[in-house]
Protein backbone atom coordinates (compact mmCIF):
# COMPACT_ATOMS: atom_id res chain seq x y z
CA UNK A 1 0.00 0.00 0.00
CA UNK A 2 0.89 3.46 -0.43
CA UNK A 3 0.41 6.84 2.11
CA UNK A 4 0.36 10.09 1.40
CA UNK A 5 1.29 12.88 3.97
CA UNK A 6 2.22 16.40 4.45
CA UNK A 7 0.57 19.52 5.66
CA UNK A 8 -2.31 21.15 4.67
CA UNK A 9 -2.99 22.26 1.52
CA UNK A 10 0.28 21.05 0.33
CA UNK A 11 -1.35 18.83 -2.45
CA UNK A 12 -2.21 15.43 -1.60
CA UNK A 13 -5.60 14.90 -2.59
CA UNK A 14 -4.93 15.82 -6.08
CA UNK A 15 -1.84 13.07 -6.27
CA UNK A 16 -3.47 10.70 -4.86
CA UNK A 17 -6.45 11.07 -7.47
CA UNK A 18 -3.56 10.89 -10.24
CA UNK A 19 -1.42 7.89 -8.33
CA UNK A 20 -4.78 6.02 -7.63
CA UNK A 21 -5.62 6.66 -11.76
CA UNK A 22 -2.01 5.27 -12.71
CA UNK A 23 -1.92 2.21 -10.36
CA UNK A 24 -5.15 0.97 -9.99
CA UNK A 25 -5.75 2.35 -6.34
CA UNK A 26 -8.67 3.40 -4.00
CA UNK A 27 -8.08 6.17 -1.31
CA UNK A 28 -9.11 5.60 1.99
CA UNK A 29 -9.03 9.10 4.17
CA UNK A 30 -6.86 9.75 6.98
CA UNK A 31 -7.81 13.23 7.54
CA UNK A 32 -9.61 13.56 11.08
CA UNK A 33 -12.09 16.17 10.15
CA UNK A 34 -13.15 14.88 6.64
CA UNK A 35 -14.82 11.56 8.63
CA UNK A 36 -17.41 14.12 9.84
CA UNK A 37 -20.38 14.22 7.74
CA UNK A 38 -21.93 17.78 5.92
CA UNK A 39 -18.34 19.00 7.06
CA UNK A 40 -17.21 19.53 3.09
CA UNK A 41 -15.88 23.19 2.22
CA UNK A 42 -13.84 23.78 5.10
CA UNK A 43 -12.11 20.74 5.03
CA UNK A 44 -11.27 21.13 1.51
CA UNK A 45 -13.27 17.67 0.48
CA UNK A 46 -12.97 16.94 -2.25
CA UNK A 47 -16.24 16.79 -4.74
CA UNK A 48 -17.61 13.46 -6.33
CA UNK A 49 -16.54 15.42 -9.49
CA UNK A 50 -12.93 16.07 -8.36
CA UNK A 51 -12.56 12.06 -7.44
CA UNK A 52 -12.30 11.40 -10.95
CA UNK A 53 -14.57 8.05 -10.57
CA UNK A 54 -11.49 6.93 -7.79
CA UNK A 55 -13.45 5.09 -5.10
CA UNK A 56 -12.69 7.12 -1.66
CA UNK A 57 -13.25 5.44 2.22
CA UNK A 58 -13.86 6.95 5.11
CA UNK A 59 -15.52 9.63 3.73
CA UNK A 60 -18.77 11.30 5.64
CA UNK A 61 -19.00 8.33 7.96
CA UNK A 62 -19.61 10.16 11.71
CA UNK A 63 -22.40 12.78 12.83
CA UNK A 64 -20.98 16.00 13.36
CA UNK A 65 -21.62 15.24 17.48
CA UNK A 66 -19.35 12.21 17.15
CA UNK A 67 -16.42 13.02 19.31
CA UNK A 68 -13.10 11.76 17.33
CA UNK A 69 -12.16 8.15 17.86
CA UNK A 70 -8.84 7.33 16.60
CA UNK A 71 -9.51 3.46 17.64
CA UNK A 72 -12.55 3.08 16.21
CA UNK A 73 -11.11 5.18 12.69
CA UNK A 74 -8.24 2.51 12.98
CA UNK A 75 -10.40 -0.66 12.77
CA UNK A 76 -13.04 1.03 9.94
CA UNK A 77 -9.47 1.87 8.08
CA UNK A 78 -7.68 -1.55 8.32
CA UNK A 79 -10.83 -3.06 7.25
CA UNK A 80 -10.80 -0.78 4.14
CA UNK A 81 -7.61 -1.63 3.45
CA UNK A 82 -7.75 -5.14 3.50
CA UNK A 83 -10.63 -5.03 1.34
CA UNK A 84 -9.00 -3.20 -1.30
CA UNK A 85 -5.99 -5.58 -0.91
CA UNK A 86 -8.21 -8.32 -1.06
CA UNK A 87 -9.72 -7.14 -4.11
CA UNK A 88 -6.16 -6.53 -6.31
CA UNK A 89 -6.19 -2.94 -6.10
CA UNK A 90 -3.91 -0.88 -4.52
CA UNK A 91 -4.70 1.36 -1.19
CA UNK A 92 -3.72 4.67 -0.42
CA UNK A 93 -4.13 6.19 3.14
CA UNK A 94 -4.15 9.59 2.30
CA UNK A 95 -4.12 12.55 4.89
CA UNK A 96 -2.96 14.98 6.96
CA UNK A 97 -3.89 13.73 10.76
CA UNK A 98 -0.17 11.81 11.97
CA UNK A 99 -2.12 9.70 14.71
CA UNK A 100 -4.70 8.58 12.48
CA UNK A 101 -1.80 6.88 9.82
CA UNK A 102 0.12 5.85 12.33
CA UNK A 103 -2.88 3.93 14.10
CA UNK A 104 -3.51 2.09 10.62
CA UNK A 105 0.31 1.14 9.54
CA UNK A 106 1.38 0.60 13.47
CA UNK A 107 1.24 -2.52 15.71
CA UNK A 108 -0.82 -0.41 19.03
CA UNK A 109 -3.70 -0.30 20.68
CA UNK A 110 -5.33 2.35 22.28
CA UNK A 111 -6.33 2.31 26.51
CA UNK A 112 -10.01 2.33 26.62
CA UNK A 113 -12.50 4.34 27.30
CA UNK A 114 -15.45 5.36 29.35
CA UNK A 115 -18.43 7.88 28.88
CA UNK A 116 -18.92 9.00 32.31
CA UNK A 117 -15.09 9.18 33.62
CA UNK A 118 -14.70 11.44 29.95
CA UNK A 119 -18.20 13.15 30.89
CA UNK A 120 -16.62 14.54 34.27
CA UNK A 121 -13.64 15.52 33.61
CA UNK A 122 -14.80 17.31 30.54
CA UNK A 123 -17.48 19.17 33.06
CA UNK A 124 -14.34 20.02 35.36
CA UNK A 125 -12.53 21.26 32.14
CA UNK A 126 -15.18 23.25 31.34
CA UNK A 127 -15.18 24.96 34.74
CA UNK A 128 -11.84 25.45 36.27
CA UNK A 129 -9.80 25.04 32.31
CA UNK A 130 -7.14 23.29 30.79
CA UNK A 131 -4.34 24.53 34.02
CA UNK A 132 -6.21 23.26 36.82
CA UNK A 133 -6.46 19.57 35.21
CA UNK A 134 -2.65 19.93 33.89
CA UNK A 135 -1.71 20.46 37.53
CA UNK A 136 -3.39 17.17 38.47
CA UNK A 137 -1.83 15.78 35.71
CA UNK A 138 1.54 17.11 37.02
CA UNK A 139 1.11 15.37 40.49
CA UNK A 140 0.08 12.02 38.92
CA UNK A 141 2.50 11.35 36.27
CA UNK A 142 4.84 14.34 35.81
CA UNK A 143 6.72 12.84 32.47
CA UNK A 144 3.10 12.70 31.07
CA UNK A 145 2.48 16.70 31.71
CA UNK A 146 5.69 17.45 30.17
CA UNK A 147 4.83 16.29 26.97
CA UNK A 148 1.40 17.90 26.99
CA UNK A 149 0.44 21.54 26.55
CA UNK A 150 -1.14 23.53 29.29
CA UNK A 151 -3.39 24.72 27.17
CA UNK A 152 -4.56 21.55 25.33
CA UNK A 153 -7.85 20.27 27.34
CA UNK A 154 -8.73 17.18 25.20
CA UNK A 155 -5.26 15.38 25.35
CA UNK A 156 -5.43 16.23 29.45
CA UNK A 157 -8.25 14.81 30.02
CA UNK A 158 -7.88 11.43 27.63
CA UNK A 159 -4.70 11.34 30.11
CA UNK A 160 -6.36 11.42 33.03
CA UNK A 161 -9.10 9.39 32.15
CA UNK A 162 -6.33 6.68 31.04
CA UNK A 163 -4.51 6.74 34.63
CA UNK A 164 -8.07 6.84 36.31
CA UNK A 165 -9.12 3.75 34.25
CA UNK A 166 -5.96 1.51 34.46
CA UNK A 167 -4.08 3.00 37.64
CA UNK A 168 -1.33 3.12 34.92
CA UNK A 169 0.69 6.56 33.75
CA UNK A 170 -0.28 7.81 31.00
CA UNK A 171 2.09 7.42 28.34
CA UNK A 172 2.32 10.45 26.21
CA UNK A 173 4.92 9.33 23.59
CA UNK A 174 3.40 6.51 21.34
CA UNK A 175 5.33 3.62 21.53
CA UNK A 176 8.18 2.10 19.03
CA UNK A 177 6.91 1.58 15.32
CA UNK A 178 6.08 -2.00 14.51
CA UNK A 179 4.50 -2.05 11.05
CA UNK A 180 1.42 -3.49 10.02
CA UNK A 181 1.51 -3.09 6.32
CA UNK A 182 4.27 -2.83 3.73
CA UNK A 183 3.67 0.32 2.93
CA UNK A 184 5.65 3.37 0.72
CA UNK A 185 5.37 6.53 2.86
CA UNK A 186 5.33 9.20 0.45
CA UNK A 187 5.21 13.05 2.17
CA UNK A 188 4.07 15.79 0.48
CA UNK A 189 5.32 19.24 1.01
CA UNK A 190 6.19 22.96 -0.31
CA UNK A 191 8.34 25.89 0.39
CA UNK A 192 7.40 28.17 3.16
CA UNK A 193 6.23 31.11 1.73
CA UNK A 194 4.43 29.29 -1.18
CA UNK A 195 2.37 27.11 1.31
CA UNK A 196 1.35 30.17 3.10
CA UNK A 197 -0.01 31.72 -0.06
CA UNK A 198 -1.65 29.22 -0.47
CA UNK A 199 -3.55 28.60 2.81
CA UNK A 200 -4.50 31.92 2.71
CA UNK A 201 -6.35 31.67 -0.87
CA UNK A 202 -7.85 28.25 0.43
CA UNK A 203 -9.49 30.11 3.30
CA UNK A 204 -10.94 33.00 1.25
CA UNK A 205 -12.47 30.70 -1.14
CA UNK A 206 -13.59 28.59 1.71
CA UNK A 207 -15.84 31.67 2.54
CA UNK A 208 -16.34 32.42 -1.01
CA UNK A 209 -17.77 29.08 -1.64
CA UNK A 210 -20.26 29.36 1.21
CA UNK A 211 -18.46 27.98 4.94
CA UNK A 212 -21.06 29.88 6.64
CA UNK A 213 -24.28 28.84 5.35
CA UNK A 214 -22.60 25.07 5.33
CA UNK A 215 -22.08 25.36 9.14
CA UNK A 216 -25.77 27.46 9.65
CA UNK A 217 -27.03 23.49 8.22
CA UNK A 218 -24.82 21.09 10.34
CA UNK A 219 -27.34 20.49 12.84
CA UNK A 220 -25.71 19.65 16.36
CA UNK A 221 -22.31 21.34 15.61
CA UNK A 222 -22.02 23.14 18.71
CA UNK A 223 -22.64 19.95 20.68
CA UNK A 224 -19.90 18.29 18.72
CA UNK A 225 -16.78 18.01 21.35
CA UNK A 226 -14.48 17.24 18.21
CA UNK A 227 -16.09 19.10 15.12
CA UNK A 228 -17.45 22.68 16.61
CA UNK A 229 -13.33 23.16 17.64
CA UNK A 230 -12.29 22.44 13.53
CA UNK A 231 -10.17 24.89 12.04
CA UNK A 232 -12.61 27.15 9.96
CA UNK A 233 -15.70 25.42 11.86
CA UNK A 234 -14.76 27.28 14.89
CA UNK A 235 -14.34 30.57 13.44
CA UNK A 236 -17.75 30.82 11.59
CA UNK A 237 -19.47 29.49 14.73
CA UNK A 238 -17.80 32.66 16.27
CA UNK A 239 -18.61 34.59 13.17
CA UNK A 240 -22.11 33.62 13.45
CA UNK A 241 -22.43 34.48 16.98
CA UNK A 242 -21.34 37.59 15.96
CA UNK A 243 -18.09 37.73 18.05
CA UNK A 244 -15.72 37.82 15.22
CA UNK A 245 -16.05 39.57 11.85
CA UNK A 246 -15.83 37.87 8.58
CA UNK A 247 -12.51 39.24 8.29
CA UNK A 248 -11.08 38.69 11.90
CA UNK A 249 -12.57 35.18 10.95
CA UNK A 250 -10.40 34.12 7.99
CA UNK A 251 -7.16 36.29 9.67
CA UNK A 252 -7.41 33.61 12.74
CA UNK A 253 -8.19 30.61 10.57
CA UNK A 254 -5.34 31.48 8.05
CA UNK A 255 -2.99 31.98 11.43
CA UNK A 256 -4.52 28.84 13.33
CA UNK A 257 -3.62 26.44 9.94
CA UNK A 258 -0.57 27.97 9.55
CA UNK A 259 0.47 26.82 13.62
CA UNK A 260 -1.14 23.69 12.89
CA UNK A 261 1.00 22.71 9.06
CA UNK A 262 4.24 23.65 11.93
CA UNK A 263 2.73 20.82 14.29
CA UNK A 264 2.05 18.63 10.98
CA UNK A 265 5.73 18.59 9.90
CA UNK A 266 6.99 18.22 13.02
CA UNK A 267 5.14 15.18 13.26
CA UNK A 268 5.82 13.60 9.90
CA UNK A 269 9.40 14.66 9.74
CA UNK A 270 10.19 12.29 12.85
CA UNK A 271 9.52 9.49 10.49
CA UNK A 272 12.58 8.36 8.49
CA UNK A 273 10.61 6.16 6.24
CA UNK A 274 8.86 8.67 4.86
CA UNK A 275 10.67 9.86 1.23
CA UNK A 276 9.55 13.94 0.94
CA UNK A 277 8.53 15.33 -2.85
CA UNK A 278 8.18 18.95 -3.66
CA UNK A 279 4.06 19.63 -4.28
CA UNK A 280 4.95 22.57 -6.76
CA UNK A 281 7.13 20.59 -8.87
CA UNK A 282 6.16 19.75 -12.26
CA UNK A 283 7.46 15.57 -12.14
CA UNK A 284 5.48 15.45 -9.05
CA UNK A 285 3.43 12.47 -10.55
CA UNK A 286 6.51 10.81 -12.05
CA UNK A 287 8.33 11.43 -8.87
CA UNK A 288 5.56 9.72 -6.81
CA UNK A 289 5.71 6.59 -8.68
CA UNK A 290 8.79 6.39 -9.05
CA UNK A 291 8.87 5.52 -5.15
CA UNK A 292 5.44 3.73 -5.88
CA UNK A 293 6.51 1.48 -8.17
Known amino acids: M?????????????????????????????DSMQ??????????????????GVPHHLLDIWDVTEPAAVAEYQRLARAAIDDILGRGRVPLLVGGSGLYVRA?????????TDPAVRARLEDELAVAGPAALHDRLRERDPVAAAKILT???RRIVRALEVIELTGQPFTA?????????????IGVD????????RIALRVDLMWAAG????????????????????????????????????????????????RFVRRQRSWFRRDPSVTWLDGATTTLLADALTLAR
Open 151 to 153: SNG
Open 104 to 112: VLEDFEFPG
Open 173 to 185: ALPDPVPVYDAVR
Open 211 to 258: LIDEVRGLDGIREGRTASRALGYQQALAQIDGLLTEAQAKEDTVRGTR
Open 2 to 30: ITVVGPTAAGKSALSVALAHELGGEVVNA
Open 190 to 197: RDTTDLDE
Open 35 to 52: LYRGMDIGTAKLSVEERE
